[in-house]
């Protein structure tokens, strides 16, 4: 996906890098397949902010997108259109089904218009086509994949990203996945994954530039805990403007201990025991 940059006509414009959009083929999105949803305002019933730093939105409609199609077996289709997502960094492709039914799909890299995909046992090992891990090849890029059997929680759905199959264990019916992260994790060989990558992998190098743009995006400005009252942050305003690296107790905002090596991942999370090897990245 092309991008391009500015002429800096405006300050605001002076560095700015954005869509070019020339690989978008449909601009008004399918009405059946799209919500509006209300903001809260980052608040809950007590109206108490439970998100920082947020607030501020632009209208927009919520692409209702088919992760799973477990109701799609062995039914082909075809790629009528490619849309963009206000509300993800991928692209996504309108697809119409034999039985007449049009569903959204991430787009992954190299989509084209007019071409077909399906899903389960009978698919061909290609771009777009899910099936089960025990289906694909070692080697092979995967992206959209199941955490467990029949589960609406997915993985690999940002733009630019995909899991690779490492390996296989047949008698334990597991399938050794490696990240993006670089972590390898265990799955079970009857969950399902889209073969290929993610596209829009330019989506790296967009520069925001101006402040009004994050406040489209739902983003406020950050405020330094040094410059906080004492009901906001632990670390205020009579710290001074001293390093957080010589505070003798680096805390967050609610008074959790934050200091260089710490791990904050749960100990007795569900899913540490799918980890195989912990990542190196990041």
Same mark, same amino acid.
């Given at each position: &996906?092309?991008?391009?940059?500015? /002429?800096?006509?405006?300050?605001?414009r002076?560095? &700015? @890098?954005?869509?070019?959009?020339?690989?978008?083929? /449909?601009?008004? =999105?399918?009405?059946?397949?799209?919500?509006?949803?209300?903001?809260?305002?980052?608040?809950?019933?007590?109206w %108490?902010?439970?998100? %920082?730093?947020?607030?501020?939105?632009? /209208?927009r409609?919520?692409?209702?997108?088919?992760?799973?199609?477990?109701?799609?077996?062995?039914?082909?289709?075809?790629?009528?259109?490619?849309?963009?997502?206000?509300? %993800?960094?991928?692209?996504?492709?309108?697809?119409?089904?034999?039985?007449?039914?049009?569903?959204y @799909?991430?787009?992954?890299?190299?989509?084209?218009?007019?071409?077909?995909? &399906?899903?389960?046992?009978?698919? *061909?090992?290609?771009?777009?086509?899910?099936? $089960?891990?025990?289906?694909? *090849?070692?080697? &092979?890029?995967? !992206?959209?994949?199941?955490?467990?059997?029949?589960?609406k929680?997915?993985?690999?759905?940002t733009?630019?990203?995909?899991?690779?199959?490492?390996?296989k264990?047949?008698? $334990?019916?597991? +399938? !050794?996945?490696?990240?993006?992260?670089?972590?390898?994790?265990? !799955?079970?060989?009857?969950?399902?994954?889209?073969?290929?990558?993610?596209?829009?992998?330019?989506?790296?190098?967009?520069?925001?530039?101006?402040?009004?743009?994050?406040?489209?995006?739902?983003?406020? =400005?950050? +405020?330094?805990?040094?410059?906080m009252?004492? +009901?906001?942050? *632990?670390?205020?305003?009579?710290?001074?403007?001293?390093?957080?690296w010589?505070?003798?107790?680096p805390?967050?905002?609610?008074?959790?201990? +934050?200091? =260089?090596?710490?791990?904050?991942?749960?100990?007795?999370?569900?899913?540490?025991?799918?980890?195989?090897?912990? %990542?190196?990245?990041?």
């Open positions: &996906m092309p991008i391009k940059k500015y /002429k800096p006509y405006t300050p605001s002076r560095f &700015m @890098v954005w869509y070019d959009f020339s690989d978008i083929t /449909k601009t008004k =999105p399918e009405k059946s397949l799209t919500v509006f949803i209300w903001k809260t305002g980052w608040r809950n019933n007590k %108490r902010t439970t998100s %920082r730093f947020m607030g501020g939105w632009h /209208k409609l919520y692409r209702l997108v088919d992760f799973q199609g477990y109701d799609k077996c062995d039914i082909k289709a075809k790629i009528v259109s490619l849309e963009y997502d206000p509300y %993800r960094t991928s692209r996504i492709a309108l697809v119409a089904y034999a039985d007449w039914e049009k569903r @799909v991430l787009a992954w890299k190299w989509i084209k218009v007019w071409e077909f995909i &399906m899903n389960w046992k009978d698919a *061909p090992i290609q771009a777009g086509n899910r099936k $089960q891990l025990k289906d694909i *090849p070692e080697g &092979m890029n995967v !992206f959209n994949l199941e955490v467990t059997p029949f589960s929680w997915k993985l690999i759905k733009a630019w990203s995909s899991a690779t199959i490492a390996w264990d047949e008698i $334990q019916k597991l +399938v !050794f996945i490696k990240l993006s992260s670089w972590e390898v994790r265990k !799955f079970n060989q009857d969950c399902r994954a889209t073969i290929w990558e993610l596209g829009n992998e330019q989506h790296k190098n967009i520069v925001i530039w101006k402040a009004g743009r994050q406040r489209w995006l739902w983003k406020k =400005p950050h +405020v330094l805990w040094k410059n009252n004492p +009901v906001d942050h *632990p670390h205020w305003w009579w710290e001074w403007h001293s390093s957080i010589s505070k003798r107790w805390k967050s905002f609610s008074g959790k201990l +934050v200091a =260089p090596g710490i791990k904050t991942r749960k100990s007795k999370k569900w899913s540490n025991k799918f980890i195989v090897s912990k %990542r190196t990245k990041n």
